[in-house]
């Protein structure tokens, strides 16, 4: 099952609040919380257009498809420029830059910029890549640091002022199909993880002060995943879960040992990450469509033991969320709700009749990108075209309100960040906040 595993001699110093990420109302990752999607507090605005409940908005220096986060009173983001930018003329790879930038959360003033000129043979700027484009992994903050991965560029660090900290390579592979990275690092204890399966074919873990490797599991296997890993208290222990094509499996998070895995019908591609509530979690998506239940906590093979349920569902890249005992997502305009306890749909519904895009802009053949998040008994979801729904946490489908930003033709492939009654959403053109 596993390759290879080498292990560094680190102590993990674990809190409760370093496991679930959470310090105040900081959304300091990728879904926020422990990657669960759920905010804390209520939605300050449940409408909001360009000129409608906006604080403020910011254009970007270029795309991407990474999600915001909020650290303190700064709100990061990633994007990128000089190639890729347009599948017609993508232009010269050598000109290719990432940006970290920072801006003020009250006031939207960018507090810094970080440009990073390209050094890497990267995969060029056609077919699905051009999808999603050179920056789409979500930034990570313990509160005192804010990590960024750019694939084979690698992993770095930067204090909250923008100074560079350390960097660290962790692989120069392709996936099969040159589709490039997606995948978004975690924060546990003293160390940062990176699902590098796309260009290392390993999980990597780093001391987050200085970037050592201090544990990485490599497998083969890992190749075609693009999920973000996710923690999940199984009793006493801490478990580290993943999805990857064909299989589940979950490691010691501090020390990288196996723990167990399960067999999974989502093959050849793994784009969701794994949705979690009371230690069970959930996997959705591949071409064939299906979604699987399975209890954390076992050991080896659990695929007969652990196993709850076997689904077909229409899913595609969207990672789902858990509320009230409902598994919800979004995928090519269609929100679907399952009953978490045995899998059976709720509902299936159609958020608006989509319109056909004009040849060469907004081509969307694998669906809507972004992750639904929720706050309190309310759900938002943000489609490819910049459509926003927010709906009831219900058992029945209800939309209470629709949203756009009419002047931005841009994708929005990213899922928005919550803080403090604010909603953040970015575009490959823009940052937004919205509130009142």
Known sequence: MFARLTRGCLIVAISLGMFHGTYGDDWLRFRGPNGSGLGAGELRALKWSSTENLRWSKALPGFGSSSPIVVGDLIVVTCYSGYGLDVQAPGDMQNLVRHVLAFDRSTGEKRWQVDLPNTEVEDEYKGFISEHGYSSSTPASDGERVYCFFGKAGVYAFDLTGKQLWHTKVGNFSDPAKWGDGSSPIVYGDLLIVNAGIVGHAVVALNRRDGAEVWKVEDPGFTNTWSTPILVQAGERVELV?????????????????????????????????????????????????????????????????????????????????????????????????N??????????????????????????????????AVGDKIVMVTRNGDAAVIAAAGKFEILSFNSFADDGSLFNATPAFSEGDLFIRSNKMLYCIGN
């Not at 159609?350 to 669906?367: I, N, T």
């Open 340 to 373: 978490c306890e045995n899998g059976q749909e709720v509902f299936k519904e159609r958020l608006k009749p989509e319109v056909a895009p004009a040849q060469g802009q907004r081509r969307s053949p694998a669906g809507d990108y972004a992750s639904p998040i």
């Open 242 to 338: 993943m999805s990857v094509p064909k299989r589940l499996f979950a490691l010691d998070p501090a020390t990288g040992k196996k723990l167990w895995w399960a067999a999974s019908p989502i093959e050849q591609t793994v784009c969701p990450s794994l949705a979690e509530s009371n230690g069970v979690v959930y996997a959705v998506g591949g071409r064939a469509g299906r979604g699987i239940a399975v209890r954390c906590g076992g050991s080896g093979d659990v695929t007969e033991s652990h196993l709850l349920w076997d689904a077909r569902v229409d899913a595609g890249i969207c990672t789902p969320i858990v509320v009230n005992g409902r598994l919800y997502w979004n995928s090519r305009g269609l929100v679907s709700c399952l």
